[in-house]
């Protein structure tokens, strides 16, 4: 588990082929050498993996076929930075939210502009996500937890202060670009635990208004 909450900015050394999988070697900036041990948990942005190797100047981690697929990892190129975080433990202080790593889609940035000294950017996410993200809720974006300012059908909108800007990929983002989406954890699990024992039938579809009807919410 995560926090979302940023601690370095790391580069892409290489991008080693291995099968299907990738070994990504990366440099990790400005970690302190000792918050990682082999065998550890790291999100690189937002992704939870595995450092198998370390280097002096960083740390190796494989991404197998599926974090390549669901993922923006696949699309990284030798020089690419990326969004560090250690895994927390029981002492870490909670300034994000509970998140996994396990990202959920796809999005993409649709705008930016400033407004101030801070920054607005609106995100499209996948339809399938949409209802997981709501007004004054937590997203986190290529792993930095966010508040989610609006929303709009399947766009959403967050405000990036300039802390956030310059220590995070913030300020690299522009329209068109993928950005790894992870919606909050307990919104998640009380879809599926709404659904009872429904959620063992192939092809459940996920709260309905019928579902919602049973269980006593009225739109009035």
């Known amino acids: 588990m995560f926090t979302g909450i940023i601690q370095a900015v790391g580069e892409v050394a290489a991008l080693e082929r ?6 990504l070697r990366l440099r990790t900036g400005d970690l302190p050498r000792d918050a990682v041990a082999i065998g550890d948990s790291i999100a690189v942005n937002g992704v939870c993996l595995t450092a198998v190797e370390l280097p002096g100047d960083g740390l190796a981690a494989d991404v197998s076929v599926e974090s390549l697929r669901r993922t ?3 699309q990284l190129d030798v020089g690419s930075r990326v969004n560090l975080e250690t895994a927390l433990t029981p002492s870490t202080p909670l300034g994000g939210h509970l998140v996994s790593g396990h990202v959920d889609g796809l999005g993409t940035v649709e705008e930016r502009s400033q407004e101030g000294r801070s920054w607005r950017f609106v995100f499209r996410a996948p339809d399938r996500l949409a209802r997981y993200i709501a007004e004054k809720g937590s997203i986190c974006i290529d792993g930095v937890s966010l ?10 909108e967050v405000n990036i202060v300039p802390h956030t800007m310059d220590a995070t990929r ?8 993928s950005v790894n989406l992870e919606v909050d954890v307990i919104a998640r699990y009380l879809e599926r635990l709404m659904l009872g024992d429904k959620a063992a039938e192939p092809g459940s579809a996920g709260i309905t208004r019928e579902l919602l ?4 919410f009225r739109a009035d």
């Open 213 to 216: 009807a049973r269980n006593g």
């Open 72 to 74: 923006s990892l696949g």
């Open 18 to 23: 291995r099968g299907d999988d990738v070994r």
């Open 170 to 177: 913030f300020g690299e983002y522009r329209p068109g670009q």
């Open 147 to 156: 508040t989610v300012n609006g929303v709009d059908g399947a766009q959403f």
